[in-house]
C-alpha cells in the first residue's frame, strides 16, 4: 500500500494529471517486480522504471473466431495488457481466424514474419514436430495446473524453446481452458463399441485415439463445426466446454453431452512470439512481455472456470441437453489406448522422445502428490457440500 501511495505522490510531482494517477500507480507494483528481475534498468521520477525501447506496431494472428468468449477475447485482452504495460510504445493489432491468415497457418505466419505473434494452441503444428502436443494437451495427460507446473518448474519451458526456436519463435503458456467436455453426439455412447464409423470432430492426438477405436476423426476450425454438424457431415464434435459450446449452439442440433473428456484434461493456449522480435527486447521488455503472458495464463484459466460452471446450468435447465457420462469401461479402454498413442508419438523422433520423457515424469509425480491432496480433498468435500 505504501508503494502505491508513494506512486501517486511521485505522479502529481511529475505533473501528471489526476486521471492517469491511478493507472501508473496500479502498474507500480507489476513494474516493481519487474525491476527485481531487470537490474540494470532506468526509472522514472515515480521511481517505476521507465518503458525505454522501440516504439512497436505488433500483430497478432490468432486460431479464434473474432471475440469468441474465453480464447478470442482473451486474445483481446492479452493485447491490451501488453499495450498498458508498455506505456503505449507497443501496440497490437489482433485479427481473428481468417482476417489475416488462417485458423491453422498462425505458425507459418510468424515463422515467416509475416506475423508477428500468434495466439493459439501447439497441438494445431503437430506436422511440424509430434513434440508439439505436449505443450497443449494430450489423452489422459495433465490438468491445467499440473501443465503449468511442469512448464514453469519442471524443465517444459527450456524443451519448448529449443523445439520452437527451430521454427524462429519464441512460445510461451497464455492462457488454459481446463478440462474440457467428451464432446456431443448425435447417439447415445454406451459401449466401446458404439465408436465404431463415427465421424467426430478432434483433432490432435484426441483424434488418433478415436481413430483406433474405430471413429472417423475430423479436423475443422471453431467456426466451421456447427455447419459440419448441422448438416450431418459429422456425427459428433468435441470443441471445449459449456461456455463455448453454448455460444456456437451445438445444443440446437444435438441433446447427448457426454463428459469427461479425456482427450483435453487441460488444454494449454499458447502465444508465439517471432523470434526475431524476442531478441530485439531488452531485458527489461523481455520481463514485462513474459510477465504479461503469465498473467494471462492465470485469467484465461480462471475466466473457463467461472462461466463453465453457469454455461453447464443454463444447458441442462434450459436448453434440455443430456448430461452423461461415460463408463468406466469406457473410460478404461480409452486410457489403454491412450497410452499406446503416446507411446507411439514419442517414438517418432529422439527429440520427441525426450520431451514424453520430461512430460510422463511430471504427470507421475503430480498425480501421486495430487492423489492425497487435491483429490483427497475433493472426494471429502463431496460427502458434504453441493
Known amino acids: ?141 495433465m490438468t491445467a495446473s499440473e501443465l503449468t507446473s511442469w512448464i514453469r518448474f519442471g524443465g517444459g519451458q527450456e524443451l519448448w524453446d529449443e523445439l520452437s526456436a527451430q521454427f524462429n519463435i519464441k512460445p510461451f503458456l497464455g492462457g488454459n481452458t481446463g478440462t474440457q467436455m467428451g464432446g456431443w453426439f448425435q447417439k447415445n455412447i454406451n459401449t466401446i463399441e458404439d465408436f465404431q464409423g463415427l465421424r467426430i470432430r478432434m483433432p490432435g492426438l484426441g483424434g488418433e485415439v478415436m481413430k483406433r477405436v474405430g471413429a472417423t476423426p475430423v479436423t475443422k476450425q471453431g467456426g466451421e463445426i456447427f455447419q459440419a454438424l448441422s448438416q450431418g457431415n459429422i456425427d459428433a464434435t468435441e470443441w471445449i466446454g459449456p461456455w463455448n459450446d453454448l455460444a ?16 483435453e484434461p487441460g488444454t494449454g493456449l499458447s502465444i508465439g512470439l517471432n523470434k526475431d522480435i524476442w531478441e530485439d527486447f531488452s531485458s527489461h521488455e523481455k520481463s514485462i512481455f513474459t510477465a504479461a503472458t503469465m498473467s494471462e495464463n492465470d485469467m484465461t484459466y480462471a475466466d473457463f472456470n467461472a462461466h463453465n460452471a453457469r454455461a453447464l446450468t443454463s444447458l441442462i435447465d434450459e436448453h434440455g441437453v443430456q448430461l452423461k457420462r461415460f463408463s468406466d469401461d469406457i473410460l478404461k479402454t480409452l486410457a489403454e489406448v491412450s497410452a499406446t498413442v503416446l507411446a507411439d508419438t514419442a517414438s517418432a523422433d529422439p527429440f520427441s522422445k525426450k520431451v514424453f520423457d520430461s512430460f510422463s515424469d511430471a504427470r507421475s509425480s503430480s498425480m501421486k502428490w495430487g492423489a492425497i491432496a487435491e483429490q483427497a480433498f475433493m472426494n471429502a468435500r463431496s460427502l458434504v457440500a453441493k
Open 248 to 263: 456456437f449452439g451445438f445444443h440446437t442440433i444435438v441433446k447427448n453431452y457426454y463428459y469427461p473428456g479425456i482427450h
Open 1 to 141: 500500500m505504501k508503494n502505491n501511495k508513494n506512486a501517486i505522490s511521485g505522479a502529481k510531482k511529475a505533473g501528471l494529471t489526476r486521471r492517469n494517477i491511478l493507472r501508473h500507480a496500479g502498474l507500480a507494483s507489476t513494474a516493481a517486480l519487474i525491476t527485481a528481475c531487470d537490474n540494470g534498468s532506468q526509472t522514472t521520477a515515480t521511481g517505476a522504471p521507465a518503458i525505454i525501447g522501440k516504439k512497436r506496431k505488433l500483430k497478432m494472428v490468432t486460431s479464434w473466431p473474432k471475440n469468441f468468449p474465453g480464447t478470442g477475447t482473451g486474445a483481446e485482452r492479452f493485447a491490451k495488457r501488453i499495450e498498458e504495460l508498455f506505456d503505449g510504445n507497443v501496440t497490437v493489432k489482433v485479427y481473428a481466424a481468417g482476417e489475416l491468415v488462417g485458423a491453422l497457418e498462425c505458425f507459418d505466419a510468424v515463422s515467416q514474419g509475416k506475423a508477428d505473434m500468434y495466439h493459439a494452441a501447439e497441438y494445431y503444428w503437430q506436422g511440424k514436430s509430434s513434440a508439439f502436443n505436449f505443450f497443449a494437451a494430450v489423452p489422459m495427460g
